[in-house]
């Protein structure tokens, strides 16, 4: 079966000071990866997609940045975080397509202060 | 431009009535429609979703929605709830057309069950 890995499950950090979240994905095989962010009655917003390695694609402008290095990992990052960067941040995977079932991991609750 | 409204954002309901969360999409083109739910500080996992044929769609946890073309609707529904249905519910839409799978989500509706 296949598992969803996010950490760490939180995180504080200073303004300024860069970030590193990792999402790994077992079981499966060129999953299509998402990065999501999800703040207080905003819903879930979608940062990044990637339907292979080293693709990127990123749905909005802002002071984050993704990697897919390897295929069945996702790495959200910041140089410098910003206050407004706090939320809820989510990865999921998919087999592709738009029919296809989201999985999501567990989340990392990210504090900026 | 796909986008999806829930316009309930808190629904309390006292344990074993029934209730329906609302949800209203606007697109230009066909979308495949789905209903998540997410438990306080977890992550989201499916309850339904529909892509084609009867437009009753029955997921997990006794829930089911309908959808409904000339209202752009896909409201979702549960006869009886219980404590454990305390949780936030997401509407999502996905274009046919898109190859990459990604959703559009509603801000969301926190379902509270009081007993």
């Known amino acids: 079966s296949q598992t969803i890995h996010q950490w760490p499950a939180t995180l504080v950090q200073p303004v300024g000071s860069p970030l590193s979240l990792e999402c790994t994905v077992e079981?499966?095989?060129?999953?299509?990866l998402y990065w999501y962010r999800q703040a207080a009655g905003r819903g879930l917003q979608l940062l990044f997609y990637s339907v292979g390695i080293g693709q990127i694609s990123s749905e909005v402008p802002q002071n984050l940045s993704a990697s897919r290095p390897q295929d069945r990992q996702f790495i959200l990052s910041s140089k410098k975080l910003l206050l407004s960067d706090s939320g809820f941040y989510l990865c999921?995977?998919?087999?592709?397509?738009?029919?296809?079932?989201?999985?999501f991991g567990p989340g990392t609750r990210l504090l900026v202060l | 431009a796909q986008s999806v409204t829930q316009l309930d954002s808190q629904v309390p309901v006292f344990e074993e009535a029934p209730v329906e969360l609302r949800c209203n999409y606007s697109?230009?083109?066909?979308?495949?429609l789905f209903w998540y739910v997410q438990y306080p500080n977890q992550g989201l996992q499916l309850l339904l979703k529909?892509?084609?044929?009867?437009?009753l769609v029955k997921g997990i946890n006794g829930f089911e929605a309908e959808f409904n073309k000339s209202q752009t609707s896909f409201h979702l529904r549960k006869p009886s709830v219980h404590i454990s249905d305390t949780a936030e519910y997401f509407c999502?839409?996905?274009?046919?057309?898109?190859?990459?799978?990604?959703?559009?989500f509603g801000k969301g509706t926190k379902l509270s069950v009081k007993p």
């Open positions: 529909y892509l084609s044929g009867s437009t």
């Open positions: 999502a839409v996905s274009d046919l057309r898109g190859s990459q799978g990604n959703l559009i």
């Open positions: 079981g499966t095989s060129n999953p299509n």
């Open positions: 697109s230009s083109v066909s979308v495949y």
């Open positions: 999921a995977w998919s087999r592709g397509g738009p029919a296809e079932t989201q999985y």
